[in-house]
């Protein structure tokens, strides 16, 4: 398939940085945007076709979308949402306004970017939109609270649309990572300092032992279960060129094995599971 487009956002690192070069070796017209224009220029300077794309800033979003479509005349055959953070703390620390700001970036952008290019996609009859979730989209973490709820947000949205779409051409599918080696960690820091008032938590001993060291500390050895971004490419490439794409593409095996234990396990053996699984 000649000339086949992509808009790709959050590409200045990780999974989406991965994506961009994998699919562009390909043979795919890749758009791989990123929030900041020097991350732009970065990745234009190595050959890639790049502009600014916020998902935060929905003046940024309706502009990313308006130069896409007008780079590509019209057309735009897949669209993979990616770029999230996560605002670490107990839940009740954390401020509407720091889980309001979450969710602009995390939730409200993607829904905004998707609508832009869903009628370029139903102009032409056919299309790809692919959610890069997580596993806490499946399942909830102590500590993660903000992030978990983005996640959720979205697999339910994106279920919904998944069904909207049936008989369009449009196939809307979600990965779900698990562990992933990227910057996700060192990425969360700014956030948690902005809002989260740990020293004025009922819970600042525990913050002090066990957040704080998992977030400023580098860790005594790698997880054992993480992948690199290649991993989440892999099923990216899968549900963009499968002619029948799967729904859901798990990565990570953590996440297959939730998702088993979301199937067998009743909820208090669930949480049980999880509560050992939270690491901070």
Known sequence: MPDRTILITGCSSGIGLDA???LARRGWRVLATCRKPQDC??????????????????????AGAA?????????????????????????EDIPRAGLE???QANFFGWHDLTRRVIPAMRAQGSGRIVQCSSVLGRVGLKWRGAYVASKHALEGLTDVLRLEMAGTGIHVILIEPGPIAT???????????????????P????????????????????DRFELPPA??????????????????????????????????????????????????
Request: proline share 7%; hydrophobic share 45%.
């Open 20 to 22: 961009a070069r994998s």
């Open 41 to 62: 220029a970065r990745l234009q300077a190595e050959g890639l076709e790049s502009f600014p794309l916020d998902h935060a800033d929905p003046a940024s979003v309706a």
């Open 67 to 91: 130069e896409a479509l007008a780079r590509t005349g019209g057309r735009l055959d897949a669209l993979f949402n990616n770029g999230a953070y996560a605002l670490p703390g107990a839940v």
């Open 101 to 103: 700001e979450l969710f």
């Open 183 to 201: 910057r996700f960690r060192e990425n969360a820091i700014p956030p948690f300092e902005r809002w989260i008032d740990w020293r004025a938590s």
């Open 203 to 222: 819970r600042a001993e525990e913050y002090r032992t066990r957040l704080l060291r998992r977030l400023y500390e580098p860790a005594a050895k790698p």
């Open 231 to 280: 991993a989440v490419t892999a099923a990216l490439i899968r549900a963009l060129e499968s002619r029948r794409p799967r729904a859901r593409y798990r990565v990570t095996l953590p996440t297959h094995l939730i998702e088993v234990a979301r199937r067998l396990l009743p909820t208090r053996a669930l949480d049980a599971l999880l509560q050992r699984g939270s690491g901070a």
